[in-house]
């Protein structure tokens, strides 16, 4: 599948966000002349095709209450890491849970897990949940404090 002209207008109309209405799908075919129902399928379409990648809601932590954000990172045995990390990231507190490759001598940890809790003694609990998960497996571990609010964005496309 390639972009023709009405998915290019799709993708640019929806590419900084769908408009925050109760019917977001309807809004963005209204303001380019289709039905809400057309935006799904094509949007839907270009997921199939992998086209886009995903369509998802990025939630401001810091807006929500959850002030004390830290990604955890931890050394886990090599032959459990992906098996643990899928268990760790199903945990409730844990927004995303990743495999990195070390860096050593300097970075040993090769498992990373977004922790979000509203004070830094809940987040060092849901840690202490990770390590009692992790066992026997996880050798070391840390958490990185945010210090920032980033601005996530994804690709851009321009209209010409």
Same mark, same amino acid.
């Given at each position: 599948?390639?972009?023709? #002209?009405? =998915?290019?207008?799709?993708? +640019? ?24 129902? &057309?935006?799904? #399928? /094509?949007?839907?379409?270009?997921? =199939? #095709? ?7 809601? %990025? ?16 050394? %886990? ?5 992906? #098996? ?14 990743? /495999? /990195? ?19 830094? =003694?809940? %987040?060092?609990? &849901? ?13 070391? +571990? =840390? ?12 690709? /851009?496309?321009?209209?010409?």
């Amino acid at each position: 599948m390639s972009l023709d #002209e009405l =998915d290019r207008r799709i993708i +640019h109309a929806t590419q900084a966000g769908l408009p925050l209405v109760h019917r977001p799908y309807e809004a963005v075919g209204a303001a380019l002349g289709i039905g809400g129902e &057309q935006v799904r #399928e /094509r949007l839907q379409a270009m997921l =199939d #095709e992998g086209l886009i990648r995903r369509i998802g809601a %990025v939630p401001n932590h810091y807006r929500l209450g959850f002030t004390a954000n830290g990604m955890s990172v931890w050394d %886990v045995a090599d032959d459990r890491v992906d #098996e643990l990390g899928e268990r760790i990231g199903q945990l409730p507190f844990v927004s995303h849970c990743y /495999r /990195r490759p070390r860096r050593q001598p300097v970075w040993p940890y090769n498992l990373f897990a977004m922790l979000h809790g509203r004070s830094r =003694d809940e %987040v060092e609990q &849901q840690a202490q949940e990770v390590a009692a998960l992790l066992g026997g497996a996880c050798r070391a +571990h =840390d958490i990185l404090y945010s210090t920032a609010i980033l601005k996530k964005t994804g690709l /851009r496309i321009s209209e010409s």
